[in-house]
């Protein structure tokens, strides 16, 4: 009887998830594995369809909808990279462990070189979620996160009346700048650097790439004051916050394709 009713439960939750799947969103996030996606090698592409049965952007959100239930609750201290003043990649309270670009590292070295094959297919398909999810991650404005003696500011500001926080105005920052666009459009506009400036993007490793976020996006601290009011962006504000956009998730997009054609290299 016991077992029966573990495979029921297993069933619904089986369900749950594929429903879960279906609706989930995050502009951001689309964004980039929409990139990600199109530079992609033959192999990775392959591979990937096999273990998740969907693209990439389908899984894009994934570890935000599970990350409070028990199995995935560490993941929580994954969605943030923590540096201090010397751009050191420290992790949440001093805890490297808790940090999205350790994490990252780590999953990218435990599947490269044909080590994935050595794992179930559920473990792949989970580490290619998180993967999906953290590498964007470390790339959103509100997602770096600086000890006090950096001295970022992170300010509120309102837009048409509505107030925004640092992290909520971020999150919802590409359809704010183009309330009309949908995905394609995003991917048109922001996917634009050439193979040879792509190929310098991606050197390195995920501690690299967090240092090279929060370093660019330092200066976003000055792009208004707390407590702004907008009825609408200034012609240089909005070219400095679409310009942000642009570079982070269209980077995001790249180094996210880098890593899984590197663990699905032949």
């Given at each position: 009887?016991?077992?029966?009713?573990?495979?029921?439960?297993?069933?619904?939750?089986?369900?749950?998830?594929?429903?879960?799947?279906?609706?989930?969103?995050?502009?951001?996030?689309?964004?980039?594995?929409?990139?990600?996606?199109?530079?992609?090698?033959?192999?990775?592409?392959?591979?990937?369809?096999?273990?998740?049965?969907?693209?990439?952007?389908?899984?894009?959100?994934?570890?935000?909808?599970?990350?409070?239930?028990?199995?995935?609750?560490?993941?929580?201290?994954?969605?943030?990279?923590?540096?201090?003043?010397?751009?050191?990649?420290?992790?949440?309270?001093?805890?490297?462990?808790?940090?999205?670009?350790?994490?990252?590292?780590?999953?990218?070295?435990?599947?490269?070189?044909?080590?994935?094959?050595?794992?179930?297919?559920?473990?792949?398909?989970?580490?290619?979620?998180?993967?999906?999810?953290?590498?964007?991650?470390?790339?959103?404005?509100?997602?770096?996160?600086?000890?006090?003696?950096?001295?970022?500011?992170?300010?509120?500001?309102?837009?048409?009346?509505?107030?925004?926080?640092?992290?909520?105005?971020?999150?919802?920052s590409p359809q704010l700048m183009h309330p009309r666009w949908k995905a394609d459009h995003f991917v048109k506009a922001y996917d634009t650097?050439?193979?040879?400036?792509?190929?310098?993007?991606?050197?390195?490793?995920?501690?690299?790439?967090?240092?090279?976020?929060?370093?660019?996006?330092?200066?976003?601290?000055?792009?208004?004051?707390?407590?702004?009011?907008?009825?609408?962006?200034?012609?240089?504000?909005?070219?400095?916050?679409?310009?942000?956009?642009?570079?982070?998730?269209?980077?995001?997009?790249?180094?996210?394709a880098a890593t899984l054609n590197k663990i699905f290299s032949k």
């Amino acid at each position: 009887m016991k077992n029966k009713i573990s495979i029921i439960v297993l069933v619904l939750v089986a369900t749950m998830c594929t429903q879960s799947a279906m609706a989930w969103g995050g502009w951001g996030h689309h964004i980039s594995a929409y990139i990600a996606e199109k530079h992609l090698t033959p192999e990775a592409k392959a591979k990937c369809q096999h273990y998740l049965k969907h693209n990439l952007p389908h899984y894009s959100a994934w570890q935000d909808y599970w990350r409070h239930s028990d199995p995935f609750k560490e993941s929580s201290y994954w969605h943030s990279t923590y540096v201090n003043k010397q751009y050191d990649v420290i992790g949440y309270k001093g805890d490297e462990t808790r940090d999205a670009a350790y994490q990252v590292n780590r999953i990218t070295k435990e599947m490269t070189k044909g080590k994935y094959k050595n794992m179930s297919d559920s473990l792949v398909a989970v580490n290619l979620k998180l993967l999906i999810h953290m590498v964007v991650d470390m790339h959103c404005p509100s997602h770096i996160v600086y000890t006090k003696d950096v001295g970022a500011a992170r300010p509120s500001l309102k837009v048409k009346g509505k107030k925004y926080g640092h992290h909520k105005f971020w999150d919802a920052s590409p359809q704010l700048m183009h309330p009309r666009w949908k995905a394609d459009h995003f991917v048109k506009a922001y996917d634009t650097y050439t193979p040879r400036e792509i190929k310098k993007i991606c050197k390195g490793n995920a501690f690299k790439w967090s240092v090279q976020s929060a370093q660019s996006i330092l200066k976003t601290g000055n792009y208004w004051e707390r407590g702004d009011e907008f009825r609408d962006f200034s012609e240089e504000q909005r070219k400095n916050i679409d310009e942000t956009l642009r570079e982070q998730l269209a980077y995001a997009g790249y180094r996210l394709a880098a890593t899984l054609n590197k663990i699905f290299s032949k």
